[in-house]
């Protein structure tokens, strides 16, 4: 049987993912820290929106859906001031809603070059992992 943990992480992240197609978050990324070594959480969730309006959308039904359907709050939150990034920190699980132009800047998944990566459709499919 799966550390507890682990099962709990997993229903976090579809929770979390499933949110995140609610809104229509493109370019869906999950990123398996766990086995880098220097990882600050188990995973990143990363999305992208066309406009700030869409990332407070997708952010603020992250956390509704979470608490609502799992009981959980994020431990911390932030960015909301502009909406360009927002940051959902719910310790073993990190996610980043990006304006697509603030997503493309700071390339956030170029740190990670030897964690595994999960990517989705827009239907919510897995497309490819490495």
């Known amino acids: 049987m799966k550390n507890k943990n682990i099962v709990e992480d997993e229903i976090l992240l579809n929770a979390i993912n499933e949110a995140i197609l609610d809104?229509?978050?493109?370019?869906?990324?999950?990123?398996?820290?766990?086995?880098?070594?220097?990882?600050?959480?188990?995973?990143?969730?990363?999305?992208?929106?066309?406009?700030?309006?869409?990332?407070?959308?997708?952010?603020?039904?992250?956390?509704?859906?979470?608490r609502t359907d799992l009981l959980e709050k994020a431990w911390h939150s932030e960015g909301y001031e502009n909406c360009q990034w927002v940051l959902l920190d719910y310790v073993s699980i990190v996610v980043h809603v990006f304006e697509k132009s603030s997503r493309d800047f700071y390339r956030l998944e170029t740190l990670w070059a030897d964690a595994k990566f999960s990517h989705f459709g827009e239907d919510g499919k897995l497309i490819v992992t490495n």
Do not use: M, P, Y
Request: charged share 20%; hydrophobic share 40%.
């Open 23 to 66: 809104k229509k978050g493109q370019n869906l990324v999950n990123i398996d820290l766990r086995t880098t070594g220097s990882a600050v959480a188990g995973h990143f969730v990363i999305c992208s929106a066309n406009s700030s309006v869409q990332v407070r959308a997708i952010a603020e039904h992250v956390e509704r859906k979470i």
